[in-house]
């Protein structure tokens, strides 16, 4: 009897101490080839946005720390107090009601989670403002719960900011704004300014011996047809008497037959 009642009384310790386990949920094959349609479709993106600054906020880049300007002595016309604030909007297009997404970055490792509710047209779209370092965006592309199998990752999309150039509004890339190194958002490492110097001197260089050299060539043609004409100006002095004696025999045999036709 003692020994039916422990058996009993285990087996009710093993029941109450059971975790049930749900069997792991799968979509079917026409969903899934549902789900990787979609997910294909789905594109990561930025763009540079622009939005004005409140006065209290105006930036005169001369400042230490781009500490805001006195604003009672602030001309919003003056082009050297900054009035606007440059971003990126990073966008990704297709969502769908299917999926959600899980965005880090390699800048400060924030983490973000958007929803089908975040998007607008389909289009999950948030701005970035530290622009002062390359930026590696990572996008996961989970399956949501209107699918039969939720919480799966389906894709990872990649994003890549640039940074803002320390050098785009220095005197010298107004004046070469087509140096590679005067871009607004680059990608390259920063570079001290004497490196920044060495390199676009030797831009310069480089473009004014192109823009020289057409003239170059020009001179060394017009050089060789003179020379090429004063070391044979014999054989040029020569054809010209043949010319003029071939043109001279052949006037007078047209003089000599209209006189014989008049007769």
Request: with cysteine; net charge negative; proline share 4%.
């Given at each position: 009897?003692?020994?039916?009642?422990?058996?009993?009384?285990?087996?009710?310790?093993?029941?109450?101490?059971?975790?049930?386990?749900?069997?792991?949920?799968?979509?079917?094959?026409?969903?899934?080839?549902?789900?990787?349609?979609?997910?294909?479709?789905?594109?990561?993106?930025?763009?540079?946005?622009?939005?004005?600054?409140?006065?209290?906020?105006?930036?005169?880049?001369?400042?230490?720390?781009?500490?805001?300007?006195d604003v009672?002595?602030?001309?919003?016309?003056?082009?050297?107090?900054?009035?606007?604030?440059?971003?990126?909007?990073i966008s990704?297009?297709?969502?769908?009601?299917?999926?959600?997404?899980?965005?880090?970055?390699?800048?400060?490792?924030?983490?973000?989670?958007?929803?089908?509710?975040?998007?607008?047209?389909?289009?999950?779209?948030?701005?970035?403002?530290?622009?002062?370092?390359?930026?590696?965006?990572?996008?996961?592309?989970?399956?949501?719960?209107?699918?039969?199998?939720?919480?799966?990752?389906?894709?990872?999309?990649?994003?890549?900011?640039?940074?803002?150039?320390?050098?785009?509004?220095?005197?010298?890339?107004?004046?070469?704004?087509?140096?590679?190194?005067?871009?607004?958002?680059?990608?390259?490492?920063?570079?001290?300014?004497?490196?920044?110097?060495?390199?676009?001197?030797?831009?310069?260089?480089?473009?004014?011996?192109?823009?020289?050299?057409?003239?170059?060539?020009?001179?060394?043609?017009?050089?060789?047809?003179?020379?090429?004409?004063a070391n044979?100006?014999?054989?040029?002095?020569?054809?010209?008497?043949?010319?003029?004696?071939?043109?001279?025999?052949?006037?007078?045999?047209?003089?000599?037959?209209?006189?014989?036709?008049?007769?």
């Amino acid at each position: 009897m003692q020994k039916c009642l422990k058996m009993m009384f285990a087996f009710w310790i093993s029941v109450m101490f059971v975790t049930p386990v749900d069997a792991a949920k799968t979509c079917s094959t026409s969903e899934q080839a549902e789900i990787n349609s979609q997910v294909s479709n789905m594109r990561g993106a930025y763009q540079e946005m622009e939005e004005p600054l409140d006065p209290n906020d105006y930036v005169s880049p001369n400042a230490e720390d781009n500490e805001p300007a006195d604003v009672g002595e602030v001309n919003p016309n003056d082009e050297e107090i900054l009035t606007t604030l440059s971003y990126f909007d990073i966008s990704i297009t297709n969502m769908t009601d299917k999926f959600y997404l899980v965005v880090t970055n390699d800048y400060d490792d924030e983490k973000q989670t958007f929803y089908y509710s975040d998007a607008k047209d389909g289009i999950i779209t948030f701005p970035w403002y530290n622009l002062d370092a390359v930026t590696t965006f990572t996008i996961e592309v989970y399956t949501s719960n209107n699918t039969g199998c939720p919480n799966e990752l389906q894709r990872t999309i990649t994003v890549r900011t640039p940074r803002y150039n320390e050098f785009y509004e220095s005197v010298a890339c107004e004046e070469n704004p087509k140096f590679n190194l005067c871009q607004k958002f680059v990608t390259f490492d920063y570079i001290e300014s004497g490196e920044f110097q060495t390199r676009l001197d030797a831009y310069l260089k480089v473009d004014d011996d192109n823009a020289d050299t057409p003239k170059e060539k020009d001179k060394n043609t017009l050089e060789e047809i003179k020379d090429f004409v004063a070391n044979n100006k014999y054989y040029f002095i020569g054809g010209g008497i043949a010319i003029l004696v071939i043109a001279g025999v052949v006037i007078a045999v047209i003089v000599r037959k209209q006189r014989s036709s008049e007769l």
